[in-house]
């Protein structure tokens, strides 16, 4: 099988880190990628880092016709598929675009590899799939509670038409990865995250505001049922993350699926709360945050981790980078960030 691997929305967060990790894995990553929110810049990242230009296509991955030409002009053997609409909060306000376009492209791409013999795709799956489980940390056998969001039921119906159309197809190989919380930015901090507007997820708002671009930084409830009152989740460095697509990828190529959909976990293993995650920010950067206390964000759920074994032992696969390092190269590529404008 080919080691060509197409990579949709390869110049978002987590796809640019992606691209980078299957490079140097010894796989040529081709991006497609409608620059809806993100910057073609991060191609030229990408390249600087792998030292080879990277193959960018600007297409939409719900539009048949552009979507054909791809599949038609490029020989690849796997996909993987980070493309797709990833805000929780506008997500309710405008849950058709989110069902059209996140389904829309899923559906399209399955279309397209029937039609030119693709056989293996890894889709970007979310922990919001379980919602607040009973039971922590949670395993892939842990039953999913019912989506309170369009973004949340975006995921669930993807993983669902995945199983269903593996289970008709047995040359279709299919892998959900689930992500927990993916944060911090390659360690040559050539790319990173790039949010737009003011930023929704903690760790963006914390190097903002480490900046002076944002105030105050507010934390979002201490009186949760945790040791310090703040949230907990998994936070996992965004270039371990990456690397667990490789694994994917490897794992379909190599024949060592179990069957034609699988799932995993991607997270350390390990909860850390709000406050935590921004006193570890304060003392491996050496600097001091402007934060307060804040009310309960609406639909937060209090804690959730994962447990990583299977994809530990299935997928050979664990997260290495220490939590300091992670934070020191949101920050860095934060200050990276600054310089450039
Ligand atoms: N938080 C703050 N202040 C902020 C932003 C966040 O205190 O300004 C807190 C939140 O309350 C939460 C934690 O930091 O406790 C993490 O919040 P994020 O918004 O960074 O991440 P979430 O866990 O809410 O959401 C993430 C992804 C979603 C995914 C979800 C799955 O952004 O795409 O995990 O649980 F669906």
Same mark, same amino acid.
């Given at each position: 099988?080919?080691?060509?691997?197409?990579?949709?929305?390869?110049?978002?967060?987590?796809?640019?880190?992606?691209?980078?990790?299957?490079?140097?894995?010894?796989?040529?990553?081709?991006?497609?990628?409608?620059?809806?929110?993100?910057?073609?810049?991060?191609?030229?990242?990408?390249?600087?880092?792998?030292?080879?230009?990277?193959?960018?296509?600007?297409?939409?991955?719900?539009?048949?016709?552009?979507?054909?030409?791809?599949?038609?002009?490029?020989?690849?053997?796997?996909?993987?598929?980070?493309?797709?609409?990833?805000?929780?909060?506008?997500?309710?306000?405008?849950?058709?675009?989110?069902?059209?376009?996140?389904?829309?492209?899923?559906?399209?791409?399955?279309?397209?590899?029937?039609?030119?013999?693709?056989?293996?795709?890894?889709?970007?799956?979310?922990?919001?799939?379980?919602?607040?489980?009973?039971?922590?940390?949670?395993?892939?056998?842990?039953?999913?509670?019912?989506?309170?969001?369009?973004?949340?039921?975006?995921?669930?119906?993807? +993983?669902? %038409?995945?199983?269903?159309?593996?289970? /008709?197809?047995?040359? &279709?190989?299919?892998? =959900?990865? *689930?992500?927990?919380?993916?944060?911090?930015?390659?360690?040559?901090?050539?790319?990173?995250?790039?949010?737009?507007?003011?930023?929704?997820?903690?760790?963006?708002?914390?190097?903002?505001?480490?900046?002076?671009?944002?105030?105050?930084?507010?934390?979002?409830?201490?009186?949760?049922?945790?040791?310090?009152?703040?949230?907990?989740?998994?936070?996992?460095?965004?270039?371990?993350?990456?690397?667990?697509?490789?694994?994917?990828?490897?794992?379909?190529?190599?024949?060592?699926?179990?069957?034609?959909?699988?799932?995993?976990?991607?997270?350390?293993?390990?909860?850390?709360?709000?406050?935590?995650?921004?006193?570890?920010?304060?003392?491996?950067?050496?600097?001091?945050?402007?934060?307060?206390?804040?009310?309960?964000?609406?639909?937060?759920? +209090?804690? %959730?981790?994962?447990?990583?074994?299977? /994809?530990?032992?299935? &997928?050979?696969?664990? =997260?290495? *980078?220490?939590?300091?390092?992670?934070?020191?190269?949101?920050?860095?590529?934060?200050?990276?960030?600054?310089?450039?404008?």
């Amino acid at each position: 099988m080919n080691k060509r691997v197409l990579v949709t929305g390869g110049c978002g967060f987590i796809g640019s880190h992606t691209c980078v990790e299957l490079a140097e894995a010894g796989y040529e990553p081709i991006i497609v990628d409608n620059l809806n929110n993100s910057e073609r810049s991060v191609v030229d990242g990408i390249s600087a880092i792998i030292g080879r230009p990277v193959k960018f296509i600007e297409a939409d991955c719900c539009d048949p016709v552009a979507m054909e030409k791809v599949f038609s002009e490029n020989d690849f053997s796997s996909i993987i598929h980070f493309a797709a609409y990833k805000s929780v909060n506008e997500s309710s306000v405008k849950p058709l675009e989110y069902f059209k376009n996140n389904l829309g492209s899923l559906l399209n791409l399955l279309t397209l590899m029937r039609e030119h013999n693709v056989p293996n795709i890894v889709f970007s799956s979310s922990c919001t799939v379980y919602g607040q489980a009973d039971k922590l940390p949670v395993t892939e056998k842990t039953p999913r509670k019912e989506a309170t969001t369009p973004y949340g039921l975006t995921k669930q119906m993807c +993983e669902d %038409i995945l199983k269903n159309t593996a289970a /008709a197809y047995p040359q &279709l190989k299919t892998i =959900a990865l *689930r992500y927990f919380n993916p944060i911090g930015a390659h360690p040559s901090a050539l790319i990173g995250e790039l949010p737009r507007g003011i930023p929704n997820n903690l760790l963006p708002y914390v190097t903002q505001t480490a900046a002076g671009i944002r105030e105050c930084l507010s934390v979002f409830g201490d009186d949760y049922n945790t040791p310090d009152g703040s949230c907990i989740r998994d936070y996992i460095d965004v270039t371990d993350l990456a690397k667990a697509h490789v694994c994917a990828v490897n794992r379909m190529i190599e024949g060592k699926s179990k069957s034609g959909y699988e799932v995993f976990n991607v997270g350390t293993g390990n909860g850390v709360s709000t406050l935590e995650i921004v006193k570890t920010f304060e003392k491996v950067n050496n600097l001091k945050l402007n934060y307060k206390i804040a009310g309960r964000r609406e639909g937060d759920i +209090e804690a %959730i981790w994962a447990d990583p074994t299977y /994809a530990n032992e299935e &997928l050979g696969w664990k =997260a290495v *980078r220490p939590l300091e390092d992670t934070l020191k190269s949101a920050w860095q590529w934060q200050q990276n960030l600054a310089r450039k404008k």
